[in-house]
């Protein structure tokens, strides 16, 4: 979304020279597979929180593909706020994912905790998350500069724009550009939904850096009642994919099961939001030209 520059967002992060607009850079297509995250088209990246078995991976894997999803989400290794919650199957997991792409063909983004688990999640993620909880993991951030995959990143819950684009310079700086900046909800003193969605985030990420923005509305609401509202909010405000929690039985998951959506729930989100994906579409294509028109960009 090309929302015009407010002149006091160019000093605040102008500083991350790496990842700020600039006249000669003014958008980055990550490429991963055959999908472009930051292209024309808004990629949607769908799974379970966490994987939990073969069969519920394969079974979601099928199912958001054929509703439309690019890429497999699905957590190997857990950031769980209670040492007590199940921590994820690790290396399993990754080979599940591996499994769920040969036979799906989506590509696969995961969840890196640790700069040690780095090197071997690299050979089953076509994308490396960096969860909210560790946006701020210097050592982590620092080698997945050198990792040679794309970067979601994700916001962490208590940062600001600026400590975001300051850990996205990190990456940057270690040597990796393809990163996917990731709003997903901060924490605020609403406690009707988990989080709140800070929609404005996107078109501010959107004017001020060059990087591709998604959003994470599962994360944000908490609640799967809102999640297709959210998805649609950002999709409206230029967000360039979402990344949604889907379960066979949410009621049954190991993790976040409030908020993800069934496999009918997806389907119907992704068939709701085609009009809103239409009208992005043709904005995307008629945006250039109207900022021509008014002189700016
Ligand atoms: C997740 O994607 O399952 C997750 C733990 O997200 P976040 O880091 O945004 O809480
Ligand atoms: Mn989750």
């Known amino acids: 979304m090309a929302a015009f520059m407010n002149p006091a967002w160019n000093g605040q992060f102008s500083c991350f020279d790496l990842v700020a607009k600039t006249e000669e850079r003014s958008r980055t297509v990550v490429r991963v597979r055959d999908i472009e995250i930051g292209g024309s088209e808004v990629v949607v990246m769908a799974g379970p929180c966490a994987v939990e078995s073969e069969r519920q991976l394969l079974e979601t894997a099928e199912a958001v593909a054929e509703a439309g999803a690019r890429v497999l989400r699905g957590g190997a290794y857990k950031p769980r706020s209670s040492p007590y919650a199940f921590q994820g199957l690790g290396i399993e997991g990754l080979k599940l994912l591996r499994k769920a792409q040969d036979e799906t063909g989506l590509a696969i983004v995961t969840e890196v905790l640790s700069e040690k688990d780095v090197d071997q999640i690299a050979e089953y993620a076509d ?46 700086l270690a040597g990796n550009p393809h990163i996917i900046l990731c709003e997903r909800g901060i924490r605020t003193f609403e406690t009707a939904t988990r989080n709140t969605l800070d929609i404005s985030a996107i078109p501010v990420l959107k004017t001020v850096s060059h990087l591709p923005v998604i959003a994470d509305p599962s994360h944000a609401a908490g609640v799967r009642c809102l999640v297709p509202m959210l998805a649609r909010a950002a999709v409206a405000v230029g967000a360039d994919g979402l990344i949604v929690e889907v379960h066979p039985s949410p009621e049954k998951a190991l993790s976040d099961g409030d908020q993800s959506l069934t496999f009918r729930e997806f389907r119907s989100m992704m068939d709701d939001l085609q009009p809103y994906l239409a009208i992005e579409q043709e904005a995307r294509q008629l945006r250039p030209q109207l900022l021509a028109l008014a002189g700016a960009d």
């Open 127 to 172: 994308i490396m998350q960096v969860g909210a909880r560790s946006m701020e993991n210097y050592a982590l951030l620092d080698s997945l500069g050198r990792c040679g995959r794309p970067v979601l990143l994700k916001r962490g819950m208590v940062a600001t724009l600026e400590e975001l684009l300051r850990s996205a310079q990190i990456i940057a």
